[in-house]
């Protein structure tokens, strides 16, 4: 990029990280003149785009709407606009990423065609790695204030003082943005990892022009302007996800901007315009030359971390050494030279006098000359200034280790102990190696140690917010569940800003991790690395960071809020997890937790009163005449069942509620694990996670007959004695309470249906809803394919906890159409001796999107397979495919499902194909294959994790597949 207030401001955001910067450009004098304490940052350098021969991490290309185009022909900008993208694109490397910051508003000639120009050369090298980023109106010093733009047009007439003429509507929108938050947030983006977008936008939030420009007209009474009668069209870009900066053109910043330029007066600022003249002939027959006109900006990442500057350790100065080296030397000289002459006096002397008589022995010394001293001395302190920074790098490290056993232990005072003693050692050996990295011929050696100091010393900031953050978490839940008001909006903009500042350091970690990975001697760490697993624990972070935002309106910071517990039995699965045997009423105000109330079932279903019609399937299968709340979780998709209930209890126990949340056995013995072991004094039995399901099995079969209450009053003693043991739990049991309930938030254990629709919202976009929701593709040439497997047991025993099941799905993608196949794998370990306890009977559905062609549905052994009838279904904008399914003990069987058909992709063009396989809640894990096919001949690309078993075919196998899976084709 040229200079301009865009440009730089990017630059500086960019050295502050500690990237390596290279500007490419033609104009190098500006960036000098203009910014002139640039030219001493070992950090940046300037070069010709066409002598290029390093790869860079990131390329970003700003365009020469925001470059001051002074007496300049229209179409000559047009045309090295052209050449400029063309030869970039021709340069990028197969690892880059690109950014291409373009405007979002165009009204003018000039601003058309560059936009036309823009959009054929992106269009035509169009990559999965290539990013435009429209930039709104933006605003602030540095920046030219030209006429391409209406709201700079404004501030250029307040500068000069004089009236101004706005060539476009009044009623359109602008978008008035910070250049230096717009800057901030484009840096950010290049550590983020899900960017899946094409087209973004970032800018404040749109207003309309008269009214902003009348907000202005009231404190800048000197504003003259008029509106052009003719009203120039703005055209402006199509994004697919926006990004809003948060700070916002307040008229106190735009004091200070236009003050800015009153005080600069450099002409440089206020463009006086471009020759103007038609330039849509020169867009056609354009030929690649004048080399020296093309221009862009590289970066790459630097080693170095944001800290580096901050430590407070004294750094060695070298001249001081030197001068001392040169002093020293001087006064050895001397002394050396009167030693001579006081040797050459002594034989002298010793010639006239008579030798004394000579002692028998003679004691041998052994003293070290002045030399050897100094040689010795010198050694020493260069071993001594070696090792003591690789011993406290050492220690470091041995420090991250303890720190983070301490915390799982939730001893955070410790753990913030070892921590901090932990960044002040690595940002002691960071301060040492960085400057012994600048010694010449040997500085390369501590490069190395120089980057484990960075990341030892990143990693001690992330882990002492953590250890905050969950300080203020476990004060929280202790209060809450002791029944203490608590100040929600305090804790809740406290946790958020924690877990914010987290992600950011854990973002720019990760790109230094990224960066090094591959070298050595990282290589051999880098299966360690992996399992730290970085952008898991970002995707972590992000999600306690939106949990905690929604504190305040669960917890009932304005009133009193009611929540109904569904406790479900997944060893008797239905589609929403299990049956519903025992549920829970429990209320918040102001934090505190006010109402913890267990019921039976069978408590509701006996006060209900009237008929309600049930699903076909309840009826004839299940032989039930009537619905009841125990089956109203038929409908897979939670949302709509969780509203069922809520029905069901309203009308049964006169019970309004504010949300839904469902949990089964899963997370309840994953909650018996986080306590070791747990009572139930009502049945007099010890329950721990290796016995917990037998316990439950036996206690649940025990003098059972349909409609009995023995399971539900034994689940109801547990849920008792687990929330009484909570109340009481320590904080290392605590932590892995919550540890455990996010786990099984992501493996749909735990469910959440709120009435709010924009807390909703986020919990779904969390996954954490239970919604059956349809992916799509935000571009044409895509398609998201999906299915999801639902079983409900309706054999009225708990038959499930002895079904183990395994899927094979294949995907064979065509030009023509696109094939699938289901396998399933159903095993029973129940011995012959349970008789009808033992006995899986089940209603399978398979989940399909709408278009789809049902071609068969077979069931038999591993040898035979026979087509069964199914039921074909649209509900809920999907299509569901059924059939009764009976496993006797000790029994296998093999089920199959093929379908086609639907929408297709064009395989001669750019393109993506992605399956989405959603897991039933309430299943664990399970064996899962997945294999896709395409043509031969035919070069795609897909996710690391896929295996290539021969061209063309692409599989993927797990042995306990926990969460819903994705997979992603593009070519």
Known sequence: SEYN??????????LANFFRVTVFCVKRELWFNNAPYLKNNHLLSFDNLEKRDEVFDYSIFVSAFFDNLYQEKEKDIILKEDLRIKSLLSSIKVREKRFFLLPYFVFDSL??????????????????ENLVIYLGNLIGPRIILSNRDELLMVLKSLVEDKK?????????????????????????????????????????????????????????????YSFSSTGLKKVNGVFDKEILIDETVDFKFLKQTINWFKDNK????????????????????????????????????????????????????????????????????????KTLLKKKEDRASSKLKLADKAPLFKKKEFNLSFMQKYIIFSLSAILTLLFVPTISLFLSIASVYFGQRLLKNGSFSYAKHAFSFERKLADFSLSQFYFYSDTPFIGRLFVVPAKLASISSQISEIALLAIDGAQKTLSLVEKSFNGQEIPLNSYSQDLTLNFDSIYQKAS???????????????????????????????????????????????????????????????????????????????????????????????????????????PWQLKEYLNQPAW?????????????????????????????????????LDFTRDLVGAFGSVYVADFDKRIDPKNFYEIVQYEAEKNFFPGSRQKGNFLLALSRTIFNDFKSADKRQIVQILETSYQNLNKRHIQVFLHEAHLQEKIDNLGWSGVIRQPVCSFENCLSDWASLIEANLGVNKANYFIDRDLKLNVDVNQETIKRSLEINFVSKAQTFMGDKGKYKAYVRLLLPIGVEV??????????????????????????????????????????????????????????????????????????????????????GTDRLFHLTKR?????????LSEDFVSRFYW
């Not at 030197?322 to 030397?329: A, N, V, Y």
């Not at 935002?549 to 109904?564: F, P, Q, T």
């Not at 949302?639 to 839904?660: H, P, R, T, Y």
Request: overall charge positive.
């Open 111 to 128: 601003g058309k065609s560059l936009t036309r120009v823009y959009e054929q050369n992106i269009k035509q090298s169009s990559s999965f």
């Open 855 to 940: 071609k068969k549905v077979a069931l038999g052994d591993q040898r035979n397979l026979n087509t069964v009838d199914f039921k074909e279904e649209l509900l809920g904008g999907r299509k569901e495919v059924g059939f009764l399914l009976e496993l006797g003990p000790l029994e296998s069987k093999k089920v199959v499902f093929e379908w086609s058909g639907g929408k297709v992709v064009d395989l001669s063009k750019n393109g993506e194909y992605r399956f989405f396989l959603r897991k039933q809640a309430g299943i664990d894990g399970f064996p899962f294959s997945f294999e896709a096919n395409f043509p031969s001949n035919f070069v795609v």
């Open 628 to 664: 009841y709340l125990r089956d109203s979780n038929w409908d897979p998709d939670f949302s709509k069942s969780a509203q069922k209930a809520e029905w069901f209890l309203d009308k049964s126990m006169n019970i309004q509620v504010d949300g839904v949340i469902a949990v089964d």
């Open 5 to 14: 207030g865009l440009s730089i401001s990017l630059v500086e955001k960019l």
């Open 266 to 337: 450099d002409i440089f600022y206020l463009e006086r315009g471009y020759l103007s003249g038609d330039s849509s002939v020169y867009l056609k027959n354009q030929v690649l030359d004048k080399k020296k006109d093309v221009v862009s900006l590289k970066i790459s990442e630097n080693f170095r971390p944001r800290k580096f500057l901050d430590f407070h350790f004294p750094i060695l100065n070298l001249e001081k050494i030197r001068t001392f080296f040169s002093q020293r030397k001087t006064r050895l000289g001397e002394k050396i030279k």
């Open 164 to 224: 101004t003429e706005i060539p476009v509507i009044s009623s359109c929108q602008v978008r008035p943005s910070r250049v230096g938050s717009v800057s901030r947030k484009i840096v950010s983006l290049l550590f983020s990892s899900d960017l899946n977008y094409f087209r973004i936008i970032v800018s404040s939030p749109p207003v309309v022009l008269k009214k902003w420009i009348g907000e202005m007209e009231n404190e800048f009474q000197d504003l003259r």
């Open 508 to 614: 720019f970690l990760e790109g230094q991790l990224r960066e090094i990975k591959d070298s050595w001697p990282f290589a051999y760490l880098s299966p360690y690395i992996d399992k730290i697993d970085l952008p898991r624990r970002r995707e972590e972070i992000q999600a306690a960071k939106v949990a905690f935002s929604l504190i305040g309106k669960v917890l009932g910071e304005d009133r009193e809020k009611i929540y109904l517990l569904l406790l479900q039995n997944n060893m008797e699965l239905r589609p929403t997890g299990g049956f519903i045997g025992s549920f829970a009423i429990v209320g918040f105000n102001k934090g505190a937790m006010t109402k913890f109330e267990v019921y039976d079932v069978y408590d509701a279903d006996g006060q209900l009163k009237g008929y309600v019609e049930p």
């Open 952 to 960: 063309g075919s692409f599989t993927y196998n797990v042995q306990n």
